[in-house]
Structures are given as structure tokens and as C-alpha cells.
């Protein structure tokens, strides 16, 4: 371990922050729509963790490595790779200049999650704090914002109405990449125009991969910008060891909970639907694990293993119609089934077929008549056939731009409803099947991800904003934000900065190496989905419904965090 | 004004309501599975009017008539008509025998709407109170129950785990009527067995209405069995003079308004996208309205005002269009539009069209070449022929038993998106639309519909309850529950109960005269209409868009009543 010493200045007072925070100014924006709840929003304080509460150090871990493929991670981050994992810790003689100004860009990148306002709140708190007369740019619109230099300058009185607020709005966000050599001298260009001192890229796996990119660039060319990112997405699949969640999954899991266990008093009380809730996450099914977790469905389907255990769609379907026949013999005709948004993309058999359509599709059109058909290999041709007739159309239709077919467009739960009738409809021949079944379909995406945050995301990101800036302070870069012993009380978290390298591997595209942090998926013998497969036998015959109900701000559950989190950390038995 | 009076026996003591409505025995429900929000709403206690805080006497008002029709209505209830209306007030001398025993019966009727156990638990709580000894059986299953005998005994083990819930699961519901002189004789027969002294029927306008006419039924037959209605209806349009307002509607509003608000703030945030949000409400647009003016959508559709004015689709159609035009000269690519789930039901071409569709499905069947067509009137066919191809498919689908179109299964707003996107298609063609429209689509229904009752909901039903119970203590029949002065705090709130027959009108029925109570409508001149026509011009460009929040059980937002009900009762200014 080695620490540096910087003399100390002064102590950053957090007790004034409170008063300092509200603006004195005229607010940039208009918040007399703002809704009672919103309003009494705006007056939340996030606590912070204790090593914010004083002055504080820097201390420096053993050099890291990476995810995987070292040696070609190495290569392509000659000047990272390897550096130290650093860790904040209260200390009377600081690692910074305490009353340095500095200079701070921040971007948005990606979808909305809760909690991004509230990082960037961190950020500027944390500079008028430790370094008072310091500027924060934000980037407009995305990284595309950085490249073409859309900014502005972000003061408490723009910054306020925007505290513990959901959504991106603040300065918005984009899904452009800083990719080509053009567009990192234009992102050159612009961090020497500005003259920032550091940049924080707020984003999921895509965004912080490019981060490091910019750090590099920018170490490589002797510039003074460094780069720190910042885990976001509800998906929750951007997570390592030392990044025990990104923010927002919290809130969206919440704000879906609510809704599916509404849903599932009604299915009981009504006694004649299945509802079966499609829920986002398209490369991993965190959201679905812990949505399960949450309210106890009668089935949840995890991709990871539909996709670990090579299932075809057909099994997957009888899966669901053999509960369903389970429960009709004991009188329940109702039910709640969870379906993460990417199913499709799990299913071995359906990832050919994609493949042999988009090739088709790539190469000539679909006629009327349906000879197309005949170039699919035989099982991928039986597959399509047995599919219902819109999922048919969907696939065939739009590709987005990359020529493959849009998944999150596909009404997974539509066609497991209409694939489940024609099983069920056979079973009843073949008697094995003597209840009823009525599917109601819903999707729960955009309801929960621009929702206010929960107070454990206001908090998470409010210590992430903090740490992203004292990172800068303290002269670091291509590091991400890094809290630990979330499940604790907030004061006891731990703060801290992760080498991006380090979540890092390469995937081999057009002859290239290419860095990725690759998606965390839901591990099967992770202590999430152990819990819920030891539940699910019981869940999927007994009711055992559990209604989240609204998020609450006050009382007793305000503070409370989510499962996936509390079962990862081992404060939660599995 | 005239009153009973009947000689005070004892003070029904409620400050011992909290202690003694905790169950001592074992729970029949097992409460294990509860989350932590639904565990600490068990404890929670509605306050009660003032005129339970101690004893009470009835008062009389002046002979009731009818809403319409009122010779009709005196032939269809000879015994009831004309009976006052009559309230309760605090009182010395009381209108009942303390501790006299009774034997209640309640039933759930039709659709669940948050609060309908708060009701049952006034009721047990009531008689707990004031009748101790008394036995409160629940109907399973909603009439059906009735007629078949289902019952229950509630005891306070049984009611527990169902206090200030969402659903109706106590007993459950159902949409049966009691309708054949052989089912009334079924029912006579039940509460002949179980000796009832009063029946408390939870239910809409239908079940209202029933609940008259076995009020009049059992009176004619000389049956001790008195019958009291409670009205409920997540969709609003049970309401008078005397009954300000249907439980369930607060709760539901509050929850579309959650996620409304939440979707806004996404689409500001993303920039690319139109929401369609289609709500609830079949019959009148109460919920749409409510959510407009909690929200603030670009675009809100009232279907009573569509009808008004005879709009056709295109029309509608336009509208909106328009409104998306107007937004992309700003520059603004993203908007709200939420949609009554009965609109096209409002259309009188559509209904003119469904009506003819009705004739040709119940004499013949549509060949596939189309030739039906050519049986559809001119304009019809022209209609039809410019729906999307899947509308076109839903209405020739199934029919209810009735042999009407589903029209709750119409996905009206992916009509409106396709029928849009064809508009704007034209409109650029002719220069006239310059901007980019994206739909996203979505349905909200039963994700309110069994939501945990807000405070309001909670504690109005609680009343409800206790005023039913009273109202068959002190010997009433054929009443309809009505608590007044909702907008004041609760304790000054009115309690009563109106004349059922003071609600309804007739409908002619194959030659006969049906007793109804007429749904209340939006009305184009109330006042909450009045307030969004003044400001929707204002939404449809500014975002003045207001996210609600999620529903919050204390701190100072959790008391808020609805907008339809302070601007009806005049405590807020249209």
C-alpha cells in the first residue's frame, strides 16, 4: 500500500452543505409544476458516507490486471494498464489541494436511470466543498455532446431543481460512441478548449469502456484531462467485485415490484388471468431475478439459464403450461409469470434462426408466396412455422442499423401467451389439461426508468458524484467510482476508485481486438438465483405474493435496498 | 326533519378500536409473505369521522324523488320510493339499541378497486363497537355467493391481514346478477338460512341497482333483511350530489399518474419518443381526466367531449396530429397523450360501424375474399377500410356473450399511433410536417386496480363501512352510503345515506321499463373539465409536465385528496 501525502487546508464543513446547496438565484427552471412529492424532493439530503464528513487520503492498492486476455489488455492501454486500485479513507493530512479550482466536464451516456441528477449533484457539492471557484461543464445530449463541444455551465441555480429527481433531463444523454480516431481529437479538442482538468462519463458497460479509451487517449497525449466513470444502468449487468451495483437498478426493480404486485392481488382476487410482465433487460435478466425476489411469481424465466441449459422454446413453453396444469388441479386458474425482455436472445434454437433470417433478409427479400422459406435449414424452417403469425412478422420486419432484428421490439410475453394456448388447447384433447386459461400481456420498461430515485439510489449516487470528484481532486484517472458495504449504513460505506482495466477483457471483432467490459450476468450459482430456485417449486403452486407497494420516502421501509444487493454482499442468507 | 329516537345505552368507546381490532387468535391468512410496506399498513388506523367518536341519532330529510322518470321509478318500487335521505349527527340519545345483536351479510360486487376491505373492516369494526355479539358473514365470490350460499364468517383473526390491502381477495368478487325471479328467491332463501338482519352490497352502478331492488324485494315480501350499498368504481361514474365520489378512483388515478408522470419525464429525457397511454374507464373518462390534470399530458382525449361535438376518428386523428406538428416546429420531437379506454365507444361513426359489424357477425360470417364488405353501408365501409389491418381484425374477433365487440380489448392507442404515423406521412409529403414521430404504446388497467388504497381511500372506505353498518343499525333499507365534505379533514366529514331509488332512472329493455342508475359522465361544464380545457392549449406545447410520484403513506404529501373532487366540491378553483 502506498498513500499520497498532500499537505492538509481545511476541513470541507459538510454541516453548511445543507444551506449552501439551495440556490440564492433565480432557478434556470420553472418548478412551479413540480407535484408536492417532487417539491419535498428537492429539500432530501443525501447522507454521506463518514469519509466525506472531514478530510481525507488517498490510499493505493496492489496493481491490478484484467478481467481476461491480459496481455492484449495491456496492449491496448500501455499507459493504464496495471495501475492501482485506490481507496479513500478519513485522514487528517489529504491527498489534494484543498481550495485547488479545477475544472470538470460530466456526461450522460446511454438510457435514463434514476439517480444521474443526483451524481451530478455530488460532483458539484463535492467542488464547493474541497474546491471552492472550481467549474463544472456538463455535455449536452451525450458523448456526441463532447464532441462537438454542446455545453454549459452547471450552477446551483441550474443544478437545484434537478435534486432527487428522476430522469436524464439536466443536460440529457446520448447512445453516440467516441469511436473513430476523428472523433477522439474532436473530444481532444474540445477538453483543450475548455481546459477541464477531468472528465466523469456516467454510463453503463459500453460507455465506461469507452472512458478508459479517453483516459488513455488523453494520458498518451500528455494531456492534463483525466477520466473517471461512473456505473449506471437499471439493468444492473454492469457490476465486479468492487462495483457492487450500478445505480438505478434499485429503483426500476422498485417501481416494476410495485406494479407486479398490484397485478398479482388482482390475478388472486379475479381468479381467471395469467399475467405474464415482461420486464427490461435485454443481455442479462438481473431485473427479472429481483423483481422475482421481490413479489414471488408463479414462474420467472432467467435467460441465463434457459441459456445455460440449451432450452428450446418449446421447453420453455411447456415449462410454464405444466405449472399452469398444476395449479388447475388445484382450482387456481390465475397466475403471475415474469419474462425478462431478451428471452428470445437466450434461446439457442432462436439465436440460429435470427442468424439464418438476417442473412436471408441481408441478401434478398421475402417474397409473398413464402419460397424464402426454403433457403432456412430444415429445424431453423420448423421453428419459424410454429411461431405465432406476428412474432413471424416481427422478425421479418425492422433491423435496426446494425442489420440485426430489434429484440426489444419482439412481444416475447404476446407470443409465450399464444404458444401456451395452442399446448394447453392440446392438453385439454389429450385431457391432461381440464382448466382454464386467459393470458393478459403487459411490458414494464419505460415506467420505471425515469422514476424519482428510491433514498438508496439518492444516496448511492449522491457518494458516487462525491467519489468521481474527489478521484479528479486527487489526480486520478481511469478509475470508476467504486462504493462498498452497501447493505450497511450509509455513513459506514466505503469509498473508492476501480482501474477500468480491471473489469476488462477483448472480443476479437473484424480481425481486431477490441477492449470490453463484458455484462455481468446473473450467475447460477450466484446467491440471487440460488435463492429464488430454491423458492420457485413453492412460489409456482402456493400463493405467495408479496406487494412491494409505492416506493415511500419516509417511515420505516424508506431505506431499504433490494435483494439482488443484499444476497450478493451476504447480509441476506440465500 | 324527523328523527328516531331510541334510549342511549352505553358510549361504543373508540379509542379502544386500535387495541381490539388487532386479532388475539391465530391469522387465517398467513401474513409471512407480506412486504414491509403492506405489514406496516396493518397498522395503520383510518381516523373516523366525528359522529362515530361517540354516540349518534339519524335525521330525517325531506321525501326523495327520482334522478328521471319518476312515476316509472314509483312502479318499480312501490315500497321504497319517496323514503328521505338521512344523516347522522352526534347525539346523546341515539337512534339504535346499543348492544343489540345483528346479523350482517356483505358482498363484494363486479371489479376490485383499492379499499373495498377497509369497508368490511368498518363494518366488523362498527359492530364491534356498537353491537357486539353480531355476526358479519361475506358472501364469496361476489352475488353468485348470495345466491349459492357461499359464505363466510368474518372474524377479527379472518379480517386482519386484510386491512388497508389492495384487492378484494377477502371473499372476492364477481360479476353475476341477481336478476331471474328465480335467483331473488335464491337469495330470499340465503338470508331467510341465515337469519339476516341487513345486507351491504360494495358495488358499481349495476350492483347499486340490484342492491335497490332486493331492498324492495325483501320489504315486499315482509323479509326483516334490510339492504345498504356502498359505492364503488375505480372508473368514477357512480357519483350524486350525495355521493361525491366512488371509492377506488383515488388509488387508481394516483397510480397511473405514478407511472404517467414517470414516462414523461422519460420522454423529455430521451427526446424521441410519443407515449400513448390508454387508462382505464369504459363508460366515462373520469380516470383520463384525473391523470391530465395530475399530469399535464401534450394531448389528453376526453371522450365525452368527442361525442359532444360528433368528432369523427380522422378528426381525433387530426387533432393530435396537429399538436405534433405544432411541437416540431419547436423543435420538440417527444410528447404524452393519454387516451379513455372506451373512446372509440364515444365515435359515432365507430359506433354506427360496430353496430352494423354486430348485424353481419350474428347472420353470417366474413369470407376471406371480403365480399362481406359490400353489406356495410358506404361511410362504414370507407371507415373500416381505413383502419390499421389490426384494428380491422379485433373488430371482427370476439364478441362478449351479449354478442358486442370487446371494446376494452381494442388497443385504441396503437390505432391512433399507426393512424398518426399515416397522417404525418401525408403531411410531409405536403411540406407541412418537417419533424420525426416515434410511438410507444401502452395500456394501464390492472396495475391500479388493486393498488394498496391511498390514506383517502383508506380511511373514506373505513367510513363507508361504518356509516353501512349504522345505516342497518338504525333500521334503514334501500340506502346508498354517502359521506360528505371529503375535501375537509375527516373527522368533519358528513355521514348518511341517499335514497337509491334518488339515483335512477329507467331504460327501456326489450319493451319493458329497467331501473338504472345513470353512469355520471365528464360533464363539459363541470369544473374539472373547465380547469384542463383552460390549460390544455398551455400543455399541448409547454411541458408543463408534473410527475406525481409514487403514493406515499406519510410525511406531507400522503393525505392529498384527487383533483375531480376538490374542484367539484369547490375547494379549488377551476
Same mark, same amino acid.
Given at each position: 500500500?502506498?498513500?499520497?501525502?498532500?499537505?492538509?487546508?481545511?476541513?470541507?464543513?459538510?454541516?453548511?452543505?445543507?444551506?449552501?446547496?439551495?440556490?440564492?438565484?433565480?432557478?434556470?427552471?420553472?418548478?412551479?409544476?413540480?407535484?408536492?412529492?417532487?417539491?419535498?424532493?428537492?429539500?432530501?439530503?443525501?447522507?454521506?458516507?463518514?469519509? #466525506?464528513? $472531514?478530510?481525507?487520503?488517498?490510499?493505493?492498492?496492489?496493481?491490478?490486471?484484467?478481467?481476461?486476455?491480459?496481455?492484449?489488455?495491456?496492449?491496448?492501454?500501455?499507459? *493504464? #494498464?496495471?495501475?492501482?486500485?485506490?481507496?479513500?479513507?478519513?485522514?487528517?493530512?489529504?491527498?489534494?489541494?484543498?481550495?485547488?479550482?479545477?475544472?470538470?466536464?460530466?456526461?450522460?451516456?446511454?438510457?435514463?436511470?434514476?439517480?444521474?441528477?443526483?451524481?451530478?449533484? $455530488?460532483?458539484?457539492?463535492?467542488?464547493?466543498?474541497? @474546491?471552492?471557484?472550481?467549474?463544472?461543464?456538463?455535455?449536452?445530449?451525450?458523448?456526441?455532446?463532447?464532441?462537438?463541444?454542446?455545453?454549459?455551465?452547471?450552477?446551483?441555480?441550474?443544478?437545484?431543481?434537478?435534486?432527487?429527481?428522476?430522469?436524464?433531463?439536466?443536460?440529457?444523454?446520448?447512445?453516440? %460512441?467516441?469511436?473513430?480516431?476523428?472523433?477522439?481529437?474532436?473530444?481532444?479538442?474540445?477538453?483543450?478548449?475548455?481546459?477541464?482538468?477531468? *472528465?466523469?462519463?456516467?454510463?453503463?458497460?459500453?460507455?465506461?469502456?469507452?472512458?478508459?479509451?479517453?483516459?488513455?487517449?488523453?494520458?498518451?497525449?500528455?494531456?492534463?484531462?483525466?477520466?473517471?466513470?461512473?456505473?449506471?444502468?437499471?439493468?444492473?449487468?454492469?457490476?465486479?467485485?468492487?462495483?457492487?451495483?450500478?445505480?438505478?437498478?434499485?429503483?426500476?426493480?422498485?417501481?416494476?415490484?410495485?406494479?407486479?404486485?398490484? /397485478?398479482?392481488?388482482?390475478? +388472486?382476487?379475479?381468479?381467471?388471468?395469467?399475467?405474464?410482465?415482461? *420486464?427490461?433487460?435485454?443481455?442479462?435478466?438481473?431485473?427479472?431475478?429481483?423483481? &422475482?425476489?421481490?413479489?414471488?411469481?408463479?414462474?420467472? /424465466?432467467?435467460?441465463?439459464?434457459?441459456?445455460?441449459?440449451?432450452?428450446?422454446?418449446?421447453?420453455?413453453?411447456?415449462?410454464?403450461?405444466?405449472?399452469?396444469?398444476? +395449479?388447475?388441479?388445484?382450482?387456481?386458474?390465475?397466475?403471475?409469470?415474469?419474462?425478462?425482455?431478451?428471452?428470445?436472445?437466450? /434461446?439457442?434454437?432462436?439465436?440460429?434462426?435470427?442468424?439464418?433470417?438476417?442473412?436471408?433478409? &441481408?441478401?434478398?427479400?421475402?417474397?409473398?408466396?413464402?419460397?424464402?422459406?426454403?433457403? *432456412?435449414?430444415?429445424?431453423?424452417?420448423?421453428? #419459424?412455422?410454429?411461431?405465432?403469425?406476428?412474432?413471424?412478422?416481427?422478425?421479418?420486419?425492422?433491423?435496426?442499423?446494425?442489420?440485426?432484428?430489434?429484440?426489444? +421490439?419482439?412481444?416475447?410475453?404476446?407470443?409465450?401467451?399464444?404458444?401456451?394456448?395452442?399446448?394447453?388447447?392440446?392438453?385439454?384433447?389429450?385431457?391432461?389439461?381440464?382448466?382454464?386459461?386467459?393470458?393478459?400481456?403487459?411490458?414494464?420498461?419505460?415506467?420505471? +426508468?425515469?422514476?424519482?430515485?428510491?433514498?438508496?439510489?439518492?444516496?448511492?449516487?449522491?457518494?458516487?458524484?462525491?467519489?468521481?470528484?474527489?478521484?479528479?481532486?486527487?489526480?486520478?484517472?481511469?478509475?470508476?467510482?467504486?462504493?462498498?458495504?452497501?447493505?450497511?449504513?450509509?455513513?459506514?460505506?466505503?469509498?473508492?476508485?476501480? @482501474?477500468?482495466?480491471?473489469?476488462?477483457?477483448?472480443?476479437?471483432?473484424?480481425? %481486431? #481486438?477490441?477492449?470490453?467490459?463484458?455484462?455481468?450476468?446473473?450467475?447460477?450459482?450466484?446467491?440471487?438465483?440460488?435463492?429464488?430456485?430454491?423458492?420457485?417449486?413453492?412460489?409456482?403452486?402456493?400463493?405467495?405474493?408479496?406487494?412491494?407497494?409505492?416506493?415511500?420516502?419516509?417511515?420505516?421501509? @424508506?431505506?431499504?435496498?433490494?435483494?439482488?444487493?443484499?444476497?450478493?454482499?451476504?447480509?441476506?442468507?440465500?
Amino acid at each position: 500500500m502506498t498513500t499520497t501525502m498532500l499537505p492538509a487546508v481545511a476541513n470541507g464543513g459538510s454541516e453548511t452543505r445543507g444551506a449552501k446547496k439551495r440556490a440564492e438565484g433565480v432557478l434556470v427552471r420553472d418548478i412551479s409544476f413540480y407535484s408536492p412529492v417532487q417539491e419535498s424532493r428537492l429539500g432530501h439530503e443525501p447522507p454521506l458516507p463518514s469519509v #466525506f464528513h $472531514g478530510s481525507f487520503k488517498l490510499v493505493h492498492g496492489p496493481p491490478s490486471s484484467a478481467a481476461g486476455n491480459a496481455a492484449e489488455i495491456e496492449k491496448l492501454f500501455p499507459c *493504464l #494498464f496495471g495501475q492501482p486500485s485506490v481507496e479513500l479513507i478519513a485522514s487528517e493530512r489529504v491527498s489534494y489541494y484543498d481550495n485547488q479550482k479545477l475544472k470538470i466536464g460530466v456526461v450522460l451516456s446511454g438510457g435514463q436511470a434514476p439517480g444521474g441528477h443526483n451524481v451530478i449533484a $455530488g460532483i458539484f457539492d463535492y467542488l464547493e466543498e474541497h @474546491a471552492k471557484g472550481s467549474i463544472l461543464y456538463g455535455f449536452r445530449g451525450g458523448p456526441a455532446g463532447i464532441m462537438r463541444n454542446k455545453v454549459v455551465v452547471i450552477t446551483a441555480e441550474f443544478l437545484f431543481p434537478y435534486r432527487n429527481q428522476g430522469g436524464f433531463d439536466i443536460i440529457c444523454s446520448g447512445r453516440d %460512441k467516441i469511436e473513430t480516431s476523428e472523433q477522439f481529437r474532436q473530444a481532444e479538442e474540445t477538453v483543450k478548449n475548455l481546459d477541464l482538468d477531468g *472528465l466523469i462519463v456516467i454510463g453503463g458497460d459500453d460507455s465506461n469502456t469507452n472512458a478508459a479509451l479517453l483516459a488513455e487517449y488523453f494520458r498518451s497525449k500528455n494531456l492534463k484531462t483525466h477520466v473517471i466513470g461512473c456505473p449506471k444502468t437499471i439493468d444492473g449487468d454492469l457490476k465486479s467485485s468492487h462495483v457492487p451495483i450500478s445505480f438505478g437498478f434499485d429503483t426500476a426493480c422498485k417501481i416494476y415490484s410495485e406494479m407486479i404486485g398490484n /397485478i398479482m392481488v388482482d390475478a +388472486r382476487s379475479t381468479g381467471k388471468y395469467y399475467h405474464f410482465v415482461r *420486464l427490461m433487460g435485454r443481455a442479462a435478466s438481473h431485473i427479472t431475478l429481483e423483481c &422475482a425476489l421481490q413479489t414471488h411469481p408463479n414462474v420467472a /424465466i432467467i435467460g441465463e439459464e434457459v441459456n445455460a441449459h440449451r432450452q428450446t422454446l418449446r421447453q420453455v413453453t411447456n415449462q410454464i403450461a405444466d405449472v399452469i396444469c398444476q +395449479r388447475a388441479q388445484l382450482g387456481k386458474h390465475y397466475g403471475v409469470v415474469l419474462i425478462p425482455e431478451g428471452l428470445i436472445d437466450f /434461446i439457442p434454437e432462436i439465436q440460429h434462426l435470427i442468424a439464418e433470417l438476417n442473412e436471408i433478409l &441481408a441478401t434478398g427479400r421475402c417474397d409473398e408466396a413464402g419460397h424464402w422459406k426454403e433457403k *432456412l435449414a430444415p429445424p431453423c424452417r420448423a421453428l #419459424f412455422s410454429s411461431l405465432p403469425h406476428n412474432i413471424q412478422e416481427e422478425l421479418l420486419l425492422e433491423r435496426d442499423p446494425h442489420g440485426n432484428v430489434q429484440v426489444a +421490439r419482439i412481444e416475447t410475453e404476446k407470443m409465450l401467451i399464444s404458444m401456451i394456448e395452442t399446448e394447453l388447447h392440446a392438453r385439454k384433447h389429450e385431457e391432461t389439461f381440464t382448466g382454464t386459461f386467459k393470458g393478459q400481456a403487459h411490458f414494464f420498461g419505460y415506467e420505471g +426508468r425515469c422514476g424519482m430515485p428510491t433514498n438508496f439510489d439518492a444516496t448511492y449516487c449522491y457518494a458516487l458524484g462525491f467519489a468521481s470528484a474527489a478521484l479528479l481532486h486527487t489526480g486520478q484517472t481511469g478509475l470508476i467510482a467504486s462504493i462498498g458495504n452497501l447493505t450497511a449504513p450509509s455513513k459506514d460505506w466505503t469509498v473508492g476508485g476501480t @482501474a477500468l482495466t480491471e473489469l476488462m477483457d477483448v472480443e476479437r471483432r473484424k480481425g %481486431k #481486438f477490441k477492449p470490453v467490459i463484458k455484462k455481468a450476468m446473473v450467475e447460477l450459482d450466484g446467491a440471487p438465483f440460488k435463492r429464488f430456485a430454491s423458492l420457485r417449486d413453492q412460489w409456482a403452486v402456493k400463493d405467495s405474493y408479496l406487494s412491494p407497494g409505492p416506493i415511500q420516502f419516509s417511515g420505516p421501509t @424508506a431505506n431499504d435496498t433490494n435483494y439482488t444487493l443484499k444476497l450478493e454482499l451476504g447480509t441476506l442468507d440465500a
